[in-house]
């Protein structure tokens, strides 16, 4: 079955620091990706997609790229504020008929310090 | 402003109490889920459903059932709470049909059974 796999949490920088948390999937077809975000005492909301291979999605200072070839969707940002301290999720979409159903990743704790 | 509303953020329940969860849309999405998220474990898939009065299991189902009698509103139920139901518990809804959808979260609700 499909599955979503992301780096071991926590992770905790400091502010301007780079940063980069891994996801990996297996899913037959080609599905859809995402990043979600979960704020403390909040939902999860949409992050960034991307729909097919070599797409980049971006969205506030983050970017992850579709590589098909390694079946990855890494997250990415430049230089990390204290207000981006949330838990992220990566997320697929399996092709074909799937009522919209999202299989996620464990999830990773990112703490930035000022 | 679009918007995924839960009976509640908190509450407390005995076990062998039966437990309503209740979510509502104001999007008119076909699809809406419940979710239960567990540290390490990520984001699970109890039920979701895909119109009124159409339901499907997720990855784990046991424990629970739903109900939805109106397009707007979800019903997660537990017919007798165990301990190891003590979660938090996310519905969601989304558009049908598409690759990109976005599923919309609401708070969450944490559920603890004593």
């Known amino acids: 079955g499909d599955s979503v796999t992301q780096m071991e949490g926590p992770v905790t920088l400091s502010e301007e620091a780079f940063l980069t948390i891994n996801c990996t999937y297996t899913a037959t077809g080609y599905p859809s990706l995402f990043w979600y975000v979960q704020y403390p005492g909040e939902g999860l909301q949409l992050l960034l997609k991307a729909t097919k291979a070599d797409d980049k999605g971006s969205n506030k200072g983050f970017e992850a790229t579709y590589r098909k070839e390694t079946t990855s969707f890494h997250l990415e940002k430049g230089s990390v504020q204290v207000s981006d301290s949330a838990v992220y999720f990566c997320?697929?979409?399996?092709?074909?008929?799937?009522?919209?159903?999202?299989?996620f990743g464990q999830g990773t704790i990112l703490t930035v310090h000022p | 402003d679009v918007k995924v509303t839960q009976s509640s953020r908190y509450l407390v329940k005995r076990t062998g109490e039966k437990v309503f969860l209740e979510c509502v849309q104001d999007?008119?999405?076909?699809?809406m889920f419940w979710y239960r998220q567990d540290p390490g474990l990520g984001l699970r898939l109890i039920y979701f459903s895909y119109d009124v009065k159409m339901k499907e299991k997720g990855d784990i189902p046991e424990g629970y059932s739903v109900s939805r009698e109106k397009k707007e509103r979800f019903s997660l139920i537990l017919e007798s709470a165990s301990t190891n139901q003590t979660s938090m518990y996310l519905c969601?809804?989304?558009?049908?049909?598409?690759?990109?959808?976005?599923?919309?979260f609401g708070p969450g609700t944490r559920l603890t059974v004593t």
């Open positions: 999007m008119d999405h076909e699809n």
């Open positions: 969601a809804s989304t558009k049908a049909g598409g690759r990109a959808n976005e599923q919309y």
């Open positions: 997320a697929l979409l399996a092709g074909g008929t799937s009522y919209g159903k999202l299989t």
